[in-house]
């Protein structure tokens, strides 16, 4: 299961026997992911898997990162495009050239841009328009309801479960957007169709929702606007959430295993991190869907939509087991992240 | 000069000729970095650098963090148990112990808490209260003025710049807390004595403030509370920023070069990220303070109280270059990297 973040604790953190054995440890997110039944996991699909093998480590270890694919309806042309892609196997023999330090890791086609020796994609990829970066008036993100403390949208009966009043005091909040929350385990925000009620639950249909910058998230590398790229170079997110690219850019999954592969490679010295000399560069060897790789475990994520990550969410927030002496009473939505595990 | 954040680009970003001669290109945060006058960039003391060298690197070569200590009046307790550390020479040979993705790098004693085989810790170290996490009452952080639209703190008059009202929306802000800025570069959270007034500057005296979890901090690992750690184990903050962590660890400077060498490490695969093997450690050769070292540039930031600094942070919350179509409006407080570079 993916390591979900604790507390800073000396190598060998040995409690006393006493502490240990008279005190009830208190409760801690990981605890709650842990209890969760199992009608909370959701199994992803493998044909919506990703599996990126780069070329083995120095010591000749294997070297695989698993993407999960944005589901519909958010950016689904450039998906499509990936899936082609994917099917011509255009994707064997690129390579990682980016690595910014607390920014992305970016593969491609090396010479993508150079006249005459850049791999021919595969025809017909679509050309994505700019209004892609938002999702408009989907059912899938169509209603939700908005408790009468105006603390929190409801969790259960709906699809979109936002955290935006998960903090206490009515000043706090985003500094990018208002509302947002998850969909199908992926973070978005939600332009709203109408202010919170002073009193009351009351439905509210959003206008429109896009995903966000988080850590571990996979967008389309472009040129300048009008661009919007194919989908044939790709970034992950691996430093502070760079939020100011939400709706500026293409997001089209997240990592969901192995993105130590990608975020502990080393930074390159050329301008915005890019590597300077071929030698560099980490080849990618092959990606194929989740469908086509042999012996791939399965994997799920907690359902965003569940009791027990809204209680998970809720504790990320308000943490006070023996660690923490001071809640924070909030938390980002990009530090909440959707725990995921395998199953055999 | 520190890397700053930039757009997703190719590989190589060729405009066309005609773009760039005949379109002034629009200003983007680097660009007002680069046009700050030298007035406005802030000399750090060697003696406030710590200088550490880890071993070096499979191909040989050098790997050096520079961290700039947290400057008075915040977690000067720690501090001054660093600099005694760091004058006993205790921190040569100790080691990375952990990196885990997402999160931090460790560094410390393997044997801290083995009893008999730990390395003696200099005499007289403090004992820091855990009231020391948060600054409370003092003139530094004393007092500032809210401007007139209620949008931002003035700039100029203050030593607390505040961005809590970057953010054009009335209801944005910080999931964490409601009021923040920088003090002599360092992001801090601040706890107002008043509210802000509908309309006029007045002043308010904040009634205390706190260092942040941004990206680069380094702070000191501790056992449970109440615990507050001697400054033998520092972590530096790897991943999207652990902001649950403010007001209950000891935070004690910023990585302002090298961050690279720590978050470039292999992950560790024991519990907490921790490195199951004494092998898969980096030993620190050692650690100076920055006056002892020999041929150290001199380090200045962009003083957070400049005038330059505000349009740059203004500047990361309003994208507005060739890149960017939809601006945010408003930007998480560690999504405003104070830049630093090098002079001869």
């Not at 604790?6 to 006393?16: C, E, H, K, M, R």
């Not at 270890?61 to 519909?72: S, Y």
């Not at 206008?207 to 970034?235: F, I, K």
Request: hydrophobic fraction near 40%; proline fraction near 10%; charge should be neutral.
């Amino acid at each position: 299961m993916r390591k979900l973040l604790t507390g800073i604790a000396f190598a060998v953190l040995l409690p006393s026997s006493a502490t240990a054995a008279d005190t009830p440890r208190p409760v801690t997110p990981n605890d709650i992911v842990a209890a969760a039944p199992a009608s909370d996991w959701v199994r992803i699909a493998p044909s919506d898997l990703l599996v990126m093998d780069l070329a083995a480590d120095a010591k000749g270890g294997p070297r695989r990162v698993v993407i999960q694919l944005m589901p519909a309806p958010f950016s689904q042309g450039w998906v499509e495009n990936i899936r082609k892609l994917v099917a011509a196997r255009w994707y064997d023999g690129i390579a990682v050239v980016r690595v910014q330090d607390n920014y992305v890791v970016q593969w491609g086609d090396p010479d993508g841009e150079v006249p005459g020796k850049a791999k021919p994609l595969p025809k017909r990829l679509k050309v994505v328009p700019e209004t892609a970066y938002i999702q408009r008036n989907h059912p899938k993100i169509g209603k939700y309801v908005w408790d009468n403390m105006g603390q929190r949208l409801a969790a259960r009966e709906v699809t979109v479960t936002a955290f935006d009043r998960l903090n206490p005091p009515p000043d706090y909040g985003d500094p990018y957007w208002k509302t947002f929350g998850f969909v199908d385990g992926m973070p978005v925000a939600v332009a709203l169709g109408g202010q919170p009620p002073s009193s009351g639950p009351i439905e509210i249909s959003p206008q429109a929702a896009w995903p966000l910058h988080c850590y571990g998230m996979v967008g389309v590398g472009r040129n300048r606007s009008p661009d919007t790229g194919t989908g044939a170079e790709l970034y992950a997110v691996i430093g502070t959430p760079p939020r100011q690219l939400d709706r500026n850019i293409g997001l089209v999954g997240r990592v969901i295993a192995g993105i130590e592969n990608l975020s502990s490679l080393p930074r390159g010295t050329g301008n915005l991190g890019f590597y300077e000399t071929a030698a560099e560069r980490t080849p990618i060897v092959s990606v194929r869907m989740g469908d086509e790789v042999p012996g791939l475990p399965a994997y799920e994520y907690l359902s965003t939509d569940s009791a027990s990550f809204a209680a998970y969410a809720d504790k990320r927030a308000n943490r006070k087991d023996d660690f923490y002496i001071q809640p924070a009473g909030g938390v980002d939505i990009c530090n909440v992240p959707v725990p995921v595990r395998t199953v055999k």
